[in-house]
């Protein structure tokens, strides 16, 4: 299947009809096939499969490397393209997705003070948990390092979702536009909206953002939580990840515990997700290349 047609289908007026008939379930098997073929013949995907089993080749028996390169590259292709598709898929959500943990998101709600969603930056598809819970009547406000192209990707999701969904731009340097984000993310919080943010890993950073991912240390940023800890809202690590089949799933944790810092508890839930979904990660290239700097 061609991916350039399904892609214009989907943006010409005349044929976005016909896309919408394309049910998601279908659209994951045939993307499994053409990743496979591609896996095989394909030299830019064959690479990026080799660099994959290679940084895990300690981890796993090649047998069962073998099946989780498959899905990484069938998840690196629909990562990208659910932006494309996902406003014909809006009333075929129960087919597709599934939402775990929603008890704990009202629960926290229900205290008054808003809450904190936290996702794995480059991990998962953590970019629909916005459209997601848009769809189930919640105001979400995304927080990121999208920059000029916020708005682009937004406009993307669909109507429902561009009435509740809001970015968060937090790329820029300047300290000023810091200030009235920090602002901006108390005023949502204190009259109970949900703010969502990936917080990006670096290789060198504060020790108390020191996680560990399959030995090797990695450094969270420390700006978003030092936000949270000035908001003091209930903070809930949030995953969306495939389940090796053709549904994804939205899983909302337990807000984390205020006695151990917010970073260390998760960093252990990242960590733990990372190594038993590595299949689910795009950090493993950038791993790959700064092997010899770790």
């Given amino acids: 299947m061609n991916w350039t047609l399904i892609r214009l289908l989907q943006r010409v007026p005349g044929f976005q009809a016909l896309a919408a008939r394309l049910h998601p379930v279908w659209f994951f098997r045939a993307t499994r096939w053409c990743m496979i073929l591609a896996g095989c013949f394909g030299v830019r995907a064959r690479r990026r499969v080799w660099i994959f089993r290679t940084s895990l080749r300690d981890r796993f028996p090649e047998s069962d490397l073998r099946t989780r390169g498959r899905r990484y590259l069938f998840y690196s292709r629909l990562y990208k393209d659910l932006e494309i598709l996902w406003s014909n898929w809006q009333d075929w959500h129960s087919d597709w997705l599934i939402l775990e943990g929603e008890s704990h998101l009202r629960s926290a709600l229900d205290q008054g003070k808003g809450a904190v969603l936290i996702s794995g930056h480059n991990f998962g598809f953590s970019k629909l948990v916005g459209p997601v819970l848009a769809g189930r009547g919640y105001q979400v406000f995304r927080g990121g390092n999208g920059g000029g192209r916020a708005a682009a990707k937004r406009s993307r999701w669909g109507d429902r979702a561009k009435v509740s969904w809001e970015y968060l731009d937090y790329g820029k340097d300047d300290y000023w536009h810091r200030v009235r984000l920090l602002r901006k993310v108390q005023n949502l919080l204190a009259v109970n909206e949900i703010v969502h943010v990936s917080p990006r890993g670096f290789q060198t950073g504060e020790q108390d953002m020191a996680m560990e991912i ?30 090796g089949n053709d549904r994804v799933k939205v899983t909302i944790h337990p807000p984390l515990e205020p006695g151990e810092t917010t970073a260390q508890q998760f960093g252990r839930i990242l960590s733990d997700y990372i190594t038993r979904f590595p299949e689910c990660g795009r950090l493993w290239k950038n791993l790959y290349v700064h092997r010899r700097q770790w």
Avoid: T
């Fill in 214 to 243: 399959f030995g090797r240390r990695y450094f969270l940023d420390a700006r978003w939580f030092r936000i949270f800890q000035m908001c003091q809202a209930p903070v809930l690590p949030c995953f969306v990840v495939g389940n």
